[in-house]
């Protein structure tokens, strides 16, 4: 036991860190607390430090992430509905879009396809049936005939108007030409090829006296007149359909508001 003592007392001296120099390492730095053990619970309250509002903030945002994220996920039966049938509408018009570049498969008959559609234009148009007006010697011709510049003028001015508020762009791109600017239709829907071919075709055919080839002639003209912006990918196939019904509800207002022969002439003779 002696020995064992003795033994301890020269391990304890030559132990370098039992030195009155070197005892302050042997102590705890101040300030540190000191190590709880596992099993003591805190008794006193929490000092942790109020969530700031950014990130309250950053919390409501990432559990509202969530339910916009299922909601996009899982979208409404109207709404896949309309997606469908508008990627449809888009396949489709870039399938018929056979002119609408240098490259395209019917390319050479760009020219030709382009003329179809200029005898749907609305400056041609409002030309054409000012210059009839002036040459016109009948009361009957004449009241026609401005009635038809009244339906002309209402077309282009629904057509952009309908146009500037949706601003859909065609399935190609493909810049306007200079007549599309003068008539502002520089958008794809609704087609105002479509709608001045349908209004006028409808209106020739309830006021002026045809035989069947001509009738049916009109008719062609006016379906050919809509496929012709398709194939040069200037609209889609939506607003060709679009366009054509809204040139017959044109038709029908013109229809309710037609000028008498006495209104016609007292606006001829004022002009």
């Not at 509905?81 to 008959?109: E, P, Q």
Request: aromatic fraction near 8%; charged fraction near 15%.
């Amino acid at each position: 036991m002696p020995v064992s003592q003795s033994r301890a007392r020269a391990r304890d001296r030559n132990n370098v860190l039992n030195r009155a120099e070197f005892l302050s390492l042997n102590q705890p730095p101040k300030g540190t607390p000191e190590p709880r053990s596992s099993g003591r619970k805190a008794s006193g309250p929490s000092t942790q430090p109020p969530p700031s509002a950014d990130g309250t903030r950053e919390r409501r945002q990432s559990q509202q992430l969530p339910e916009e994220d299922c909601m996009q996920l899982n979208p409404s039966f109207k709404g896949i509905a309309f997606n469908s049938l508008l990627a449809i509408d888009i396949c489709m018009s870039k399938r018929l879009g056979v002119c609408a570049g240098r490259a395209a498969s019917w390319a050479s008959a760009r020219s030709m396809v382009k003329l179809i559609g200029i005898t749907g234009h609305g400056i041609p148009w409002i030309g054409g049936t000012i210059l009839c007006l002036v040459r016109s010697s009948t009361l009957a011709g004449q009241e026609v005939l401005m009635n038809l510049l009244l339906a002309l003028l209402l077309d282009i001015m629904t057509v952009a108007g309908v146009q500037k508020l949706i601003k859909r762009r065609g399935p190609y791109e493909t810049s306007p030409g200079l007549l599309d600017y003068l008539t502002m239709d520089i958008y794809a829907f609704p087609a105002g090829h479509a709608s001045r071919a349908a209004m006028v075709s409808k209106f020739f055919l309830s006021h002026l006296v045809l035989a069947v080839p001509l009738r049916i002639l009109l008719v062609l003209w006016a379906f050919c007149v809509g496929l012709s912006r398709v194939m040069i990918g200037r609209h889609h196939i939506t607003d060709v359909i679009s366009g054509f019904i809204i040139g017959y509800f044109q038709f029908r207002l013109v229809e309710l508001v037609w000028m008498s022969s006495n209104t016609c002439q007292m606006l001829i003779s004022a002009w």
